[in-house]
């Protein structure tokens, strides 16, 4: 099981960017997809996007579909989301976490490793 470390987030005004890192100091990333989830107060963790093991394969959630980009470079051991065009409703902590593979439904039941997650805050 793998042991992530996201980054990348902050304070960011409504129609901003932002890209999140979730990087793991072992080599053995190019088995494992990578899922970016989120949670907000209140709210259950969901699903943001999972990318494939071979970057063949990725989903995004309909809310954040046009907007976030996830891609790896599995030489570096990185995931990254792009985030552009926030907006309010995108405040949440961030996580990412790994299942072997494929991406499944995306789902954060499927998937494991969590991180300590990145706090991203859209706000004026």
């Known amino acids: 099981q793998l042991q992530l470390v996201e980054s990348g987030g902050g304070v960011v005004q409504p129609g901003g960017s932002l890209r999140l890192s979730c990087a793991t100091s072992r080599s053995t990333l190019g088995v494992y997809a990578i899922g970016w989830f989120r949670q907000a107060p209140g709210q259950e963790r969901e699903g943001v996007a999972c990318?494939?093991?071979?970057?063949?394969?990725?989903e995004y959630s309909g809310s954040v579909k046009g907007r976030f980009t996830i891609s790896r470079d599995n030489a570096k051991n990185v995931v990254y989301l792009q985030m552009n065009s926030l907006k309010p409703e995108d405040t949440a902590i961030y996580y990412c976490a790994s299942r072997l593979f494929t991406i499944g439904s995306c789902s954060p039941r499927e998937f494991a490793g969590w991180g300590q997650g990145t706090q991203v805050t859209v706000s004026s």
């Open positions: 990318i494939g093991y071979s970057a063949d394969s990725a």
